[in-house]
């Protein structure tokens, strides 16, 4: 994705970060309950939340891991989290592009992306550098619009993308599809 694009959307989350637990949280959190109840998070476990916006995801699971970490490029959508997550001291929040993330190769047993991929264009990166932090047989859980692609189409391209999809998750009662899988082979390092 150009870096044109990338500044009209961070543009877009700043400008909407006053108001976006108002009017998106009630959908992301159904989906973050979907995924909850088809994993299960140890104590042990380090997360990586791609996208994590006003912070609900990591304020939900925070409580449950060893080490959390969310990645936004909007720094206000940062600091609203910044707000909600402030006294965990298993948290940090880093003001990131998601096609280069600023971690070392197989750092995190899970990463969250939430409505992360819009464009089916653009995803190859994200994937690629979200799999690079994510250790062997990790797992991947990310939700697409489901406006942007057939079920199809997203599983046959996270498929090529090292991401082997053990659930779909396709409820009429949700706008975006809901995919679990897991890494299933060495990723190259840049």
């Given at each position: ?13 700043d ?11 009630d959908e ?11 994993i ?18 990591l ?8 080490f ?8 206000k ?5 910044q ?10 929040l ?18 969250f ?7 089916p ?70």
């Amino acid at each position: 994705m150009s870096g044109k694009k990338k500044r009209k959307i961070r543009f877009r989350y700043d400008s909407e970060a006053d108001g976006y637990d108002e009017l998106y949280s009630d959908e992301q959190r159904t989906k973050y309950e979907l995924a909850l109840r088809c994993i299960a998070i140890s104590r042990e476990d380090r997360i990586l939340d791609c996208g994590c916006g006003t912070g609900i995801f990591l304020e939900k699971v925070a409580g449950s891991v060893q080490f959390a970490v969310g990645v936004d490029f909007s720094p206000k959508m940062l600091h609203r989290a910044q707000l909600r997550l402030g006294q965990l001291s298993n948290v940090d929040l880093v003001c990131a592009d998601f096609d280069f993330l600023p971690f070392s190769g197989g750092t995190f047993t899970y990463v969250f992306m939430f409505t992360v991929l819009l464009a089916p264009a653009y995803w190859g990166n994200t994937i690629r550098e979200s799999l690079r932090v994510l250790r062997t047989r990790g797992t991947m859980t990310l939700s697409v619009p489901k406006r942007e692609t057939s079920s199809e189409k997203l599983l046959r391209k996270l498929r090529k993308s090292r991401l082997e999809p053990r659930e779909l998750i396709d409820r009429q009662t949700t706008v975006d599809y809901l995919v679990i899988g897991k890494r299933v082979r060495e990723c190259v390092e840049k």
